[in-house]
Structure formats: C-alpha cells, structure tokens
C-alpha cells in the first residue's frame, strides 16, 4: 500500500526546484527609511492587554500575519493573507496602511491603502497606546494560497481586501512570543454571508525583513507543472505575475506532531513527512513532538494537529508566506481522528465516497482531487473481497495515513496536482 502515494513524488519536487525567469529581488526589501528595528520590543508593547507603539517606528515596515479559527462545529484554522503594514499618527488616530508594493502599477501619484483605525488610549512620552480590539472592527479574509490554471493571471483588489464586519469582539490575549513577534488573539463573532459566526483571531506582528537569500520563482507553465502562489503582484505594465510558494530548503524545514496524537499513529506521520526527503535526495524536513500544550496554529511550530473527530473526512494543509517573494514562512496540517481510525467499515465507504484531502476550502474543488481515484477504488474494493484480519486492517489503516500525511506536506511544499 506504500507505493500508493510514492509514485510521482521525486518528480514533483524536481519540478518545485526549477527557477522561474524573475530570479531578482526588486520591489521585496525594505527601503532604508521603511526598515523597523529587528528586535520587535523596541517598536511595540503591551500592558493591560493593550498594545503601544513607539513613535520611531510609525512608518515602518511590520509583517502582519492571521489565522481565523472558526469555532464550530470544531475548532479549525485558515490563515488569511500575510501583509506588510506600516501605522501611521493622524489626527488623535492610529492608522494601519498596507504598502503599496505589489498593489500599484504606478508610483507616478501617491497612493495609501487604508486598513483599520485604532482609537489612541493614552501617549505617554515617546510611546502611544491604542484599542487594537476597536481598530479590528472588520477582519479581512482573503487567504494565503491561490493558483491559477494557465490563464491570463489578473489582480483583483475586490479579492484582496475581502473582509467580514465583526459584530461583537474583546481581546483574549497579548504576548510577546520572542524577540521578533508580537502575538494579540481576539475573540470575535463575525458576520459572514449573513450569519452570526464565532470565531478566534490570531494576529502576529513582526518587523517585515525577508530572507535574503531567498530566490522568488515565478509561477508558469501550468501545462506542465504548478505551484500554489501569493497574491499576484501588479508591474508598471498593469499587468500581473505571481510567485510560487515555496520553503527556503537551505535550512531545516520541520513538523511538530501535536502531543495528544495517539502513539499508534505517531510513527506514520512522521513517515508520511520523512518521505519527502527521499524525493529530495537528502534530509530537508524533519519530524519532532510538539511539547504539550502547543497546538496549530503556532507560530514557532509547523504543526501536525490531530483532531479528535471520528465523523470527519477530511484533511488540509494551511500556510502562511511572504506577500512579496512567496517563501513559506509557517504550515500546519489538520489531522482528525475520521481520516485515521479507518475500520472495515469505514474502508468499504471509501470504496463509494473519498474523502476531502487537500486545502481547506479547495477540498472540493479541482485544485485538490486525486488524479488517480479510480485505481485507488479498484484497490479497496479488491481489499474488500479479502479476509483482512484486524492487524492487515491496522496496516492498511496506516498506509492510509502515511499517504495523507505526505499529500499534505507535499502542498505546504507548494505543489498543486
């Protein structure tokens, strides 16, 4: 059952390896006047679970990353997508703007991308504090990842600032997570299409500084191979690109497997995550515990995260990534108890109804479906046919989730199908 999901691997990630024709890095740094300083502390604190700004660091350039976790009918996560903001001191205001880099096709007139108004608290000294809470009264929803199918790739500003009105909300939480991330979670009950719907926020913030040894790829030829990819980014042409999301393989990329995982399953979701090194020809992803208490999403940690959901039937990746270059900064992959705890039973479905697997809300859709469904149909329902004993049905039970957990893995990698 192994060989399952190994076909075709190596190939992908080759591919995911080609450069694409825009190996500069024009219009992703910071100028130098934009340039916040590296530690974050000394732009932004907290206190009262209210945050403050230093006034030297109005104008700055900060990385502004989300993760909505919509409350019901379990607790998931979608990142939204990452920005780079500077905040701005107007008229007994805190404004948060987006820059313009990526989203103008001319510099020829000034132009400010408006996001959110924070109400000023108190100034004391250097120091201005604000209602984040108050600001956040809209919680834009627009995610990470897209792709295209080959056609003519447009921008569209409707799509990018997509946001749902926030009905009610309070801050739960403000923390300094290191020297380079703040991190301000906030309750909320949104407005969505209509419907009242509970959700939790994560906001981080963190001075925007890009890896610099980062090459962005272009994503093209769709008729041969394809990335997931950032927002597109508007040339002076007012014609668009976009990057493919990718990680920066020169250093360890690794997946913490959530601690209430069972220990029976543990050992082939780390195979799941390992074989990628087998594609690739040497050891880039590596596999740890999370330490208890750490669950997706987590900044410091690419979460694996097991879900105690035995009704389930799906699986998704979910990432975060550099609006400018499209590097992976951050994954995690949902995991509940229905895609694992297969039994006799639950295998015969399979035979008449396959489940989800792919990114959360492309499930459906033609961006995540199994080229090669039928065969694997064939497979099971042959199985069927068997007298599989409890331990055959427990192994194929765990090639089932070896082959989940590197499809998915495979997508935080950037691939498509």
């Given at each position: 059952?192994?060989?399952?999901?190994?076909?075709?691997?190596?190939?992908?990630?080759?591919?995911?390896?080609?450069?694409?024709?825009?190996?500069?890095?024009?219009?992703?740094?910071?100028?130098?006047?934009?340039?916040?300083?590296?530690?974050?502390?000394?732009?932004?604190?907290?206190?009262?679970?209210?945050?403050?700004?230093?006034?030297?660091?109005?104008?700055?350039?900060?990385?502004?990353?989300?993760?909505?976790?919509?409350?019901?009918?379990?607790?998931?996560?979608?990142?939204?997508?990452?920005?780079?903001?500077?905040?701005?001191?107007?008229?007994?205001?805190?404004?948060?703007?987006?820059?313009?880099?990526?989203?103008?096709?001319?510099?020829?007139?000034?132009?400010?991308?408006?996001?959110?108004?924070?109400?000023?608290?108190?100034?004391?000294?250097?120091?201005?504090?604000?209602?984040?809470?108050?600001?956040?009264s809209q919680i834009f929803v627009a995610e990470d990842w897209s792709g295209h199918e080959g056609e003519e790739i447009k921008y569209d500003a409707k799509a990018v600032f997509k946001s749902a009105p926030v009905k009610v909300s309070y801050l739960e939480e403000v923390k300094l997570l290191n020297s380079n991330q703040f991190m301000i979670r906030?309750?909320?009950?949104?407005?969505?299409?209509?419907?009242?719907?509970?959700?939790?926020?994560?906001?981080?913030?963190?001075?925007?500084?890009?890896?610099?040894?980062?090459?962005?790829?272009?994503?093209?030829?769709?008729?041969?191979?394809?990335?997931?990819?950032?927002?597109?980014?508007?040339?002076?042409?007012?014609?668009?690109?976009?990057?493919?999301?990718?990680?920066?393989?020169?250093?360890?990329?690794?997946?913490?497997?959530?601690?209430?995982?069972?220990?029976?399953?543990?050992?082939?979701?780390?195979?799941?995550?390992?074989?990628?090194?087998?594609?690739?020809?040497?050891?880039?992803?590596?596999?740890?515990?999370?330490?208890?208490?750490?669950?997706?999403?987590?900044?410091?940690?690419?979460?694996?995260?097991?879900?105690?959901?035995?009704?389930?039937?799906?699986?998704?990746?979910?990432?975060?990534?550099?609006?400018?270059?499209?590097?992976?900064?951050?994954?995690?992959?949902?995991?509940?108890?229905?895609?694992?705890?297969?039994?006799?039973?639950?295998?015969?479905?399979?035979?008449?109804?396959?489940?989800?697997?792919?990114?959360?809300?492309?499930?459906?859709?033609?961006?995540?479906?199994?080229?090669?469904?039928?065969?694997?149909?064939?497979?099971?329902?042959?199985?069927?046919?068997?007298?599989?004993?409890?331990?055959?049905?427990?192994?194929?039970?765990?090639?089932?989730?070896?082959?989940?957990?590197?499809?998915?893995?495979?997508?935080?990698?950037?691939?498509?199908?």
């Amino acid at each position: 059952m192994k060989s399952i999901y190994l076909i075709g691997l190596s190939l992908l990630v080759f591919l995911n390896l080609a450069c694409g024709d825009r190996n500069f890095r024009k219009g992703i740094d910071p100028k130098p006047e934009h340039l916040a300083p590296k530690n974050v502390s000394e732009s932004f604190g907290f206190e009262n679970d209210q945050l403050y700004i230093d006034k030297n660091s109005l104008e700055k350039e900060f990385l502004l990353q989300a993760v909505l976790s919509p409350q019901l009918p379990a607790a998931q996560f979608s990142s939204t997508k990452s920005r780079v903001v500077s905040f701005r001191l107007r008229n007994n205001k805190i404004y948060m703007l987006e820059a313009t880099q990526g989203h103008s096709s001319s510099s020829s007139l000034p132009q400010n991308l408006l996001l959110a108004e924070f109400p000023i608290i108190n100034e004391k000294g250097n120091f201005v504090s604000f209602d984040f809470n108050a600001g956040m009264s809209q919680i834009f929803v627009a995610e990470d990842w897209s792709g295209h199918e080959g056609e003519e790739i447009k921008y569209d500003a409707k799509a990018v600032f997509k946001s749902a009105p926030v009905k009610v909300s309070y801050l739960e939480e403000v923390k300094l997570l290191n020297s380079n991330q703040f991190m301000i979670r906030q309750i909320a009950q949104i407005d969505y299409e209509g419907s009242p719907l509970p959700i939790e926020v994560k906001y981080y913030l963190s001075p925007y500084n890009p890896n610099p040894k980062f090459v962005p790829t272009e994503s093209k030829n769709y008729d041969r191979f394809g990335f997931f990819e950032v927002t597109p980014v508007v040339e002076d042409s007012n014609k668009a690109f976009t990057y493919a999301t990718k990680w920066d393989i020169e250093k360890p990329v690794t997946f913490a497997i959530s601690s209430n995982t069972p220990i029976e399953f543990r050992e082939a979701i780390r195979e799941g995550v390992l074989y990628w090194n087998k594609a690739f020809g040497r050891e880039v992803l590596n596999v740890v515990m999370a330490p208890a208490g750490v669950n997706a999403p987590d900044i410091d940690y690419n979460v694996i995260q097991w879900m105690d959901w035995a009704s389930a039937r799906f699986a998704y990746a979910d990432g975060q990534f550099d609006p400018r270059s499209g590097e992976a900064l951050h994954a995690q992959i949902f995991l509940p108890s229905g895609i694992a705890n297969i039994g006799k039973g639950i295998v015969r479905n399979i035979t008449r109804t396959w489940p989800n697997v792919g990114l959360k809300n492309f499930g459906s859709g033609h961006l995540c479906e199994y080229q090669n469904q039928n065969a694997l149909f064939e497979n099971y329902e042959n199985l069927m046919h068997a007298n599989l004993s409890e331990k055959e049905i427990a192994d194929l039970n765990l090639d089932f989730l070896r082959a989940i957990v590197a499809h998915e893995v495979g997508h935080t990698l950037g691939l498509r199908h």
